[in-house]
Nanobody, 117 residues
Framework: QVQLVESGGGLVQPGGSLRLSCAAS????????MAWYRQAPGKEREWVAT????????HYADSVKGRFTISRDNAKNTVYLQMNSLKPEDTAVYYC??????????WGRGTQVTVSS
């Protein structure tokens, strides 16, 4: 069955950095574009970034452009999100998923990112 396991979150001060990882299994990872999403308290889940199957194209939400970098390693079935210059408004639970999702309505547990001094 499809599994997405996000990790790497934590508490960081404004201006700091974190690198998130998402280990995928149960589907052919290399055939799916992958994306990161986030959900802040009391808000809808929002899209953050997408990467194509061979990493030739990436796309970012305006709110993270220039600060976040999405990447993937198809040999490890893992997608990453490098987050630099973090702001308090980046505080959220971060999730990854395939595009489209390989298992409709399935989401992993996510990883909590808290940006606070």
């Amino acid at each position: 069955q499809v599994q997405l396991v996000e990790s790497g979150g934590g508490l960081v001060q404004p201006g700091g950095s974190l690198r998130l990882s998402c280990a995928a299994s149960g589907f052919t990872f290399s055939r799916y574009p992958m994306a990161w999403y986030r959900q802040a308290p009391g808000k809808e889940r929002e899209w953050v970034a997408t990467i194509t199957t061979s990493s030739d194209f990436t796309h970012y939400a305006d709110s993270v452009k220039g600060r976040f970098t999405i990447s993937r390693d198809n040999a490890k079935n893992t997608v990453y999100l490098q987050m630099n210059s973090l702001k308090p408004e980046d505080t959220a639970v971060y999730y990854c998923n395939g595009v489209p999702s390989p298992a409709p309505a399935y989401w992993g547990r996510g990883t909590q990112v808290t940006v606070s001094s």
